[in-house]
């Protein structure tokens, strides 16, 4: 049984514009609201939560929902469509809001962070002037509203068209590939970010940037429209697995897929265990551009491509060591990696040269790289084929719960002791909770295909 690599890149496509929209949102919306409108980081950290908390109510309903489609396009690829182009409209929309209250900023002569200004006079002047005026704010929040619900209605019908191409023993092998295209994206992102100079300025009018990541989104997208063909290369699927007698259809038409206790105190502690990483981990992304633009005075790009070239060349090893340790196993020792990095993290302050960082962050991408390229996979190995779009949703429930709590509980503790003091030690502490959680999993891992049995269907024996 082997993997259709040009496929799963294809596939891949529809992750690697969302992460390229992840990407360039995570990085200059905390910017834009602690900035240009002046918001604490305990209500910047609330905004940057709607994306989850609209995730938690939307991802497993449409994810069920696209289960049930059944257009000659196939039941994922109409949300992938509808979604990107609404979303990528609603982004480049934004930027002309946040443009306009850049314009008002500048003409109040509210000066940029600097040894004469601090952030503390900049932020309450530049916050009283969204106060005295709030349209802005309100015409950016709604935009952003839009933009988030449509990213909202594809992303687990994007990630669940990988199971449906692929037979269950390759989900992990596959799964590196979509993450690969998901960093791919990312650091293409990043590098814009670089070109366009995203750290170096206070007040930094983002239309040209959001542009080229709009555009490089709808690059991903129509190479995806021309060449999946989502309805062929599931029903081939199909055809491997049951040749290879590991089918995941119901024993009988219509009936309900009932997990034993064991699987589900499995599935739970998989959910808890997505819930407290992803806590740990988008702490520290969530606001890693705010922390090193205002803390340490890094350029957050040049790290965060590190991290991500890092993962990149992780991702298929990673694939390759899951298939021979265990899933499992692989996560667990993901964990400890990623724990590890932030750990070191605490240690590095504005006096040590940027270029620590590196490494710091090197270790951080390769960790996430091997949690990410198994935990996924080990939901799904749980449901059956017509079950796909709705252990989705779980896996996304959990980790979109868990960025809900983040950015809003590390943000008030940021106000309250300071983020230098929290920002790293915060991250490490979850992430430690999460190895806890995955040690007591049971199910997760595919079942071994019998030799006899490839041999009989390869017509080799008697």
């Given at each position: 049984m082997k993997l259709n690599y040009k496929r799963v890149i294809l596939v891949g496509m529809a992750f690697f514009l969302i992460s390229?929209?992840?990407?360039?949102?995570?990085?200059?919306?905390?910017?834009?609201?602690?900035?240009?409108?002046?918001?604490?980081?305990?209500?910047?950290?609330?905004?940057?939560?709607?994306?989850?908390?609209?995730?938690?109510?939307?991802?497993?309903?449409?994810?069920?929902?696209?289960?049930?489609?059944?257009?000659?396009?196939?039941?994922?690829?109409?949300?992938?469509?509808?979604?990107?182009?609404?979303?990528?409209?609603?982004?480049?929309?934004?930027?002309?809001?946040?443009?306009?209250?850049?314009?008002?900023?500048?003409?109040?002569?509210?000066?940029?962070?600097?040894?004469?200004?601090?952030?503390?006079?900049?932020?309450?002047?530049?916050?009283?002037?969204?106060?005295?005026?709030?349209?802005?704010?309100?015409?950016?929040?709604?935009?952003l509203l839009v933009v988030l619900v449509a990213m909202a209605t594809f992303r687990s019908p994007a990630v669940a068209l990988m199971p449906d191409v692929t037979p269950k023993p390759l989900r992990s092998k596959a799964n590196a590939i979509i993450n690969l295209m998901g960093s791919a994206g990312g650091?293409?992102?990043?590098?814009?970010?670089?070109?366009?100079?995203?750290?170096?300025?206070?007040?930094?009018?983002?239309?040209?940037?959001?542009?080229?990541?709009?555009?490089?989104?709808?690059?991903?997208?129509?190479?995806?429209?021309?060449?999946?063909?989502?309805?062929?290369?599931?029903?081939?699927?199909?055809?491997?697995?049951?040749?290879?007698?590991?089918?995941?259809?119901?024993?009988?038409?219509?009936?309900?897929?009932?997990?034993?206790?064991?699987?589900?105190?499995?599935?739970?502690?998989?959910?808890a265990s997505v819930a407290l990483w992803f806590i740990g981990y988008n702490s520290i992304t969530s606001k890693y551009s705010v922390y090193a633009s205002n803390i340490l005075g890094f350029d957050f790009n040049l790290t965060l491509i590190v991290a991500q070239a890092a993962a990149i060349i992780a991702y298929v090893p990673v694939g390759l060591i899951s298939s021979k340790f265990g899933r499992k196993k692989t996560v667990l020792a993901g964990v400890l990696l990623l724990a590890a990095a932030f750990f070191i993290g605490i240690f590095i302050t504005p006096d040590?040269?940027?270029?620590?960082?590196?490494?710091?962050?090197?270790?951080?991408?390769i960790g996430w790289a091997t949690i990410n390229v198994n935990s996924f996979p080990m939901v799904v190995e749980l449901a059956k084929r017509g079950d796909t779009g709705k252990y989705t949703g779980y896996y996304y429930t959990a980790s979109m719960s868990a960025q809900i709590i983040a950015?809003?509980?590390?943000?008030?503790?940021?106000?309250?002791?300071?983020?230098?003091?929290?920002?790293?030690?915060?991250?490490?502490l979850f992430v430690l909770f999460s190895f806890v959680t995955m040690l007591f999993v049971k199910h997760g891992d595919p079942e071994k295909i019998e030799k006899k049995s490839v041999l009989e269907h390869l017509d080799v024996g008697d």
């Open positions: 390229a929209f992840w990407q360039a949102y995570d990085a200059i919306i905390p910017l834009i609201l602690t900035n240009h409108f002046g918001l604490p980081q305990t209500a910047s950290g609330v905004i940057m939560s709607l994306d989850n908390i609209l995730a938690v109510f939307m991802l497993p309903v449409f994810g069920a929902l696209s289960d049930k489609v059944n257009s000659r396009f196939g039941r994922r690829t109409p949300f992938i469509s509808i979604g990107t182009i609404i979303a990528v409209a609603a982004f480049f929309v934004l930027s002309f809001i946040d443009n306009y209250q850049l314009s008002l900023v500048i003409s109040q002569s509210i000066p940029e962070l600097s040894a004469e200004a601090t952030e503390e006079f900049v932020r309450q002047t530049t916050f009283d002037l969204t106060l005295s005026n709030p349209l802005p704010m309100i015409g950016f929040l709604f935009t650091i293409i992102v990043l590098i814009l970010g670089i070109v366009f100079a995203t750290s170096k300025k206070t007040y930094m009018p983002y239309i040209g940037y959001i542009g080229a990541v709009c555009a490089v989104m709808l690059l991903g997208f129509a190479v995806f429209l021309i060449f999946v063909k989502e309805k062929k290369w599931a029903e081939d699927m199909e055809k491997q697995s049951a040749e290879f007698g590991i089918s995941d259809e119901p024993a009988t038409p219509g009936e309900k897929h009932v997990l034993s206790s064991s699987e589900r105190r499995s599935l739970l502690l998989i959910l040590i040269p940027e270029i620590i960082m590196y490494p710091v962050f090197a270790l951080a991408g950015p809003i509980l590390s943000g008030f503790l940021y106000d309250i002791i300071g983020m230098r003091y929290v920002f790293f030690p915060f991250g490490v």
